[in-house]
């Protein structure tokens, strides 16, 4: 499984992005997906994640602002970010887990004051 993140960029305080993670390869064994965040000098922390049966988990510091789904057809899963604070400044990395942990690249949102 390779994972490709898109939909990040600069944006001001107050804005929305909707990150995107295109999958290719065979995600039949995929059992939960998720977006983590990562910002300098810190670790890389989740955000947001979804099982297989679509439960849903968010940390408290995006709850009510942040949306995470996918669509199993398009293999894509997304992240909306509304309401966006400078703190959520960091590399976002969407993550996919059966047997193994499979990562994206990262991609930078940066969120202006």
């Known amino acids: 499984v390779q994972l490709v993140e898109s939909g990040g960029g600069v944006v001001q305080a107050g804005g929305y992005l909707r990150l995107s993670c295109a999958a290719s390869g065979n995600i039949v064994g995929i059992n939960s997906m998720g977006w983590y965040r990562q910002a300098p000098g810190q670790s890389r922390d989740l955000v947001a994640s979804?099982?297989?049966?679509?439960?849903?988990n968010y940390s408290d510091s995006v709850k009510g602002r942040f949306t995470i789904s996918r669509d199993i057809a398009k293999k894509t899963m997304y992240l909306q970010m509304n309401s966006l604070k400078p703190e959520d400044t960091a590399v976002y990395y969407c993550?996919?887990?059966?047997?193994?942990?499979?990562w994206g690249q990262g991609t930078q949102v940066t969120v202006s004051s």
């Open positions: 979804i099982t297989k049966a679509g439960d849903t």
């Open positions: 993550n996919m887990k059966d047997w193994w942990d499979h």
